[in-house]
């Protein structure tokens, strides 16, 4: 059956990350094949490249810059199992590395409630970008304080819930968990490092994963250049996100980007 990526005709293609991982991922080319900039979309915990949330902000933020999008580790046509956003900032960085291959002047990280962890912590921790979207993320790791994360937290902590995942949505979990001895480094604590590279924490009222206080100890925890936009009836990540939310992102992307040339 045709998808809606299928309609604008994507490049579809596969990453290779440092520690092995095959990616599916795609490019979609500016208008007017323009190269000045780039942004590399990292979905959710779920999500892929055949899901309709991706497909419809892969869509909307090619009007404005060329864009590339993949599956994470676990997900979709890749590759591997998912760490929850711990070995995901090795796909980040394929993909970065890949849309600097095709050219393109500035990129920016886009990343969507997993993927907006991993798009901290990869501008944090690698760099190398010229500026941060982090939409719908969470601030520190084991957050169980609302319905939907105590239900995805039993998916990820026990092997009947990683089969449940797997049959339902696809993704596969790692069982090895986290060793709190050496657990990742979580948003907050990294946040303050992805100065100079401009930020922009998006997140909205009706979130009911995670409430407003994570993207404010984001915000608060990051160092200038800094925005956060509370928006007001945005749920939850890429299958929140209204045609308005994704165009006003979309066009605040080069103003991103120059304020990282001040």
Not at 164 to 172: C, E
Request: charged share 20%.
């Amino acid at each position: 059956m045709p998808t809606a990526l299928d309609r604008f005709s994507p490049a579809r293609l596969t990453l290779e990350t440092s520690d092995g991982e095959r990616l599916g991922a795609v490019h979609v080319a500016a208008p007017g094949e323009d190269k000045s900039l780039g942004v590399v979309v990292a979905h959710g915990f779920t999500g892929s490249l055949a899901k309709p949330g991706l497909q419809a902000v892969i869509q909307a933020l090619s009007a404005y810059a060329g864009v590339v999008a993949f599956d994470f580790r676990g997900h979709g046509s890749s590759t591997g199992v998912s760490t929850l956003g711990d070995r995901e900032v090795l796909d980040l960085e394929a993909a970065v590395a890949f849309a600097r291959s095709l050219g393109y002047e500035r990129i920016v990280t886009c990343g969507w409630s997993m993927g907006g962890s991993v798009v901290l912590r990869h501008a944090a921790l690698v760099g190398g970008v010229d500026a941060v979207v982090s939409v719908s993320a969470v601030s520190r790791w084991f957050y169980k304080g609302t319905k939907p994360m105590r239900r995805l937290h039993w998916a990820v902590e026990t092997r009947l819930g990683r089969v449940v995942a797997r049959r339902m949505t696809g993704t596969r979990i790692s069982g090895a968990g986290w060793d709190t001895a050496t657990l990742p480094e979580s948003p907050t604590e990294v946040a303050g490092r992805i100065s100079p590279i401009p930020l922009l924490v998006v997140h909205g009222d009706r979130d009911h994963y995670f409430p407003l206080e994570h993207p404010q100890a984001i915000f608060d925890a990051a160092n200038e250049p800094k925005e956060l936009w509370l928006l007001e009836g945005f749920g939850h990540a890429e299958s929140g996100a209204t045609p308005e939310i994704l165009d006003q992102i979309g066009r605040h992307l080069r103003v991103l980007v120059d304020r990282a040339a001040v």
